[in-house]
């Protein structure tokens, strides 16, 4: 097992670092102390071929030019509040408006944006990075100096698992996620519309035209929104449910699990034999289906082409713009708690 490290760019002044960390069945993960950005994941298929199977850049100008959060932490709050503005304990505080009127991914300068203190972890049986980053009282508007702690750590069971720790002088919000875009075909071979996700959610929150939860859980039961049995992401694409149109012809939700606690997520790729199993802590996950890559004008890893439905986002996190929402669980963080999260990602192939 090995961490490796070399230059990948400045941002801001501050060098920009590629760590990989490579396990002893020669699974490879590659990150950036810009983000936490995992740029590159290499695992096998069913025939030993190791492929890339995550979206990203080869260069590093592209990330803070382009990207669309591909592998980032997104931090304070992943998802949209509504209107950039929320009230703790009577007091307003004004967030960066950065997506129309609401705030998107932690704004402008999110945690997806911005340089992390890092170390490398080296132990036995495991390798990783951790990473720091000290947001101050009233950066992008929220309250509290925030600390936190991210580690992404390899092990020889071809799992990455992502540990959240922060804690806050003052109370404050908190919802992160990592937002990799995944394609098990192998370097973006195919589309991931024949991708089958399964896992155990029994609703999920209808969005209004601004993409943000108006509040109601709808049964997925007969909707393209039950994964209960296994389900082609095809099946988001080509439907003529209104939230599906919505969202650009695909998903873009937060899926609500039936059952609180530790949750399993299955993604598969029938072609390739691929399968990711995500574990986590979280109550929901928001699954992305990348609706609106067609549009852009560059290229990723290896000059490959983007196109819509190249990646799948399993942005597993607290509800979307749970401060607006009383019955949500809630995303604040007081100062004598510490915020903690693990979410695992293990890679099969068979
Ligand atoms: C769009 O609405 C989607 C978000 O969910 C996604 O995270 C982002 O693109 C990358 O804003």
Known sequence: MEVNERH???HEGEQVIEYTLVNDNDMSVSCLNYGCVITKLFVPDRNGVFENVVLGFDKFEAYPKWSPYFGAVVG?????????EFELDGKTYHLTANDSSNHLHGGEKGFS???????????S???GVKFFYKSPDGEEGYPGNLETTVKYILTNDNELSITYEAKTDQKT?????????????G??????SEHVLKFDSDRFLELDSDMLPTGKMIESKGTPFNFRNGQKIKQGIYSSNPQNVMVGNGYDHPLLFTNPGENMIELRDQESGRSLMVTTDQPCVVLYSANQLEEEPYTLSGN??????????LEVQGYPDAIHHPEFPSIVLNPEETFKSTTKYRFFSQ
């Not at 992390?116 to 972890?121: D, F, G, N, P």
């Not at 370097?187 to 991931?192: S, W």
């Open 173 to 185: 919000l908190v919802n992160f996620t990592n937002h990799s875009y995944f394609n098990l075909s």
């Open 304 to 313: 490959l082409p983007t196109k819509n439905y190249l990646g799948v986002c």
């Open 76 to 84: 304070r709050v992943a998802g949209r509040i509504g209107k950039a």
């Open 113 to 123: 944006l911005v340089i992390w203190e890092t170390e490398k972890i080296e132990e």
């Open 125 to 127: 049986g495991s390798v």
């Open 187 to 192: 370097n973006l071979k195919r589309d991931c």
């Open 8 to 10: 990948f760019g400045y």
